[in-house]
C-alpha cells in the first residue's frame, strides 16, 4: 500500500492508505474505528498510530468494507432516484410526471402528478410540501386511533423534520415523529407509533418494554429488519 497524501494540522492528521481515508486525533486515546461516509471509506483513530498497524487493520475488514462501500453506493443510487423519478408514499412508489393542467399536486393510481409551470422549479420542495401536509393528517389520526386500541395515553404528538430518527418520546407524554413515516409501508409506520407509545410507560429499552411491543405488535422484528434495510435512504429524502 503507498501512501500518497498527507495533510496535517496542530490536532489533526488526515492520510490516505490505498484510498482509505485516515483520520488521526489528539482526542481518540485508543480505538481504531472503520466507517464508509458518503459512500467512501475512513479510519478514525489515535494521533500516533503507526501506519503498518493501519495497514494490517485495513487488510483485515477489505472483505466488509468492500460490501459497505457497494452497499452504500445503492443507497446513493436510491436517494437520488427517490428525489427526482419516483417517491414514496405509504410503502408504494409512485412516478413523478408533470401536467401542463394541473395546478395543485395530486397522487393516483401510481403518479404523483406535478403543475409543468412549476416542475422545473423546485421538484423536492413540491412533493416534499405534499407528503408534509398528508403526514400531518394521517399521523394525528393514527396515533390517535392506536393509542385507544392499546389503552396507552398521550399528551401531544408533534410532527418533527427529522433527518436521523423516526420518532421519540419526551418527558414520556409528548410524542415526536418524522413526517417521512408517511414514505413507510402502513405495517412499518403502525409499529414505529406503538414502539413510541410504549415509551410512556417503558422509557428505555428495557426487556419489559420489548416485551410491551411485543405484546401490541407480535410481528415487529419483521419492520424493524425492513426498516435496517430500507430506511436509511429514505429518511434522507
Not at 395530486?106 to 416542475?119: D, Q, V, Y
Not at 421538484?123 to 389520526?141: F, G, I, M, R, S
Not at 407509533?193 to 405488535?217: A, M, Q, Y
Request: charged share 30%; net charge positive; aromatic share 10%.
Amino acid at each position: 500500500m503507498k501512501l500518497f497524501q498527507f495533510l496535517k494540522t496542530k490536532k489533526k492528521k488526515v492520510i490516505f492508505l490505498d484510498n482509505v481515508k485516515v483520520i488521526k486525533s489528539s482526542n481518540r486515546k485508543r480505538t481504531i474505528t472503520l466507517r464508509v461516509k458518503n459512500g467512501f471509506p475512513e479510519i478514525l483513530c489515535p494521533l500516533h498510530t503507526k501506519e503498518e498497524i493501519l495497514k494490517s487493520f485495513i487488510n483485515s475488514k477489505n472483505e466488509w468494507l468492500s460490501k459497505k462501500v457497494a452497499n452504500q453506493a445503492k443507497e446513493i443510487k436510491k436517494i437520488k432516484a427517490l428525489n427526482t423519478d419516483y417517491l414514496l408514499f405509504k410503502g408504494k412508489r409512485f412516478k413523478i410526471i408533470s401536467i401542463a393542467k394541473v395546478r395543485d399536486t395530486k397522487i393516483r393510481k401510481g403518479i404523483i402528478s406535478l403543475s409543468e409551470k412549476k416542475f422545473n422549479q423546485d421538484k423536492k420542495k413540491l412533493t416534499t410540501k405534499y407528503l408534509e401536509h398528508k403526514a400531518v393528517v394521517y399521523l394525528n389520526a393514527r396515533v390517535k386511533q392506536i393509542s385507544a386500541e392499546i389503552k396507552i395515553n398521550y399528551d401531544r404528538l408533534k410532527i418533527r423534520r427529522y433527518k436521523r430518527i423516526w420518532g421519540c418520546c419526551v418527558n414520556q407524554k409528548i410524542i415526536n415523529l418524522n413526517w417521512k413515516l408517511i414514505m413507510l409501508p402502513t405495517g412499518v409506520i403502525n409499529y414505529i407509533i406503538i414502539h413510541e407509545l410504549c415509551h410512556v410507560i417503558e422509557p428505555n429499552h428495557s426487556k419489559n418494554f420489548w416485551g410491551l411491543v411485543r405484546k401490541f405488535d407480535p410481528k415487529f422484528e419483521s419492520k424493524k429488519k425492513w426498516l435496517k434495510t430500507n430506511g436509511s435512504y429514505i429518511i434522507q429524502f
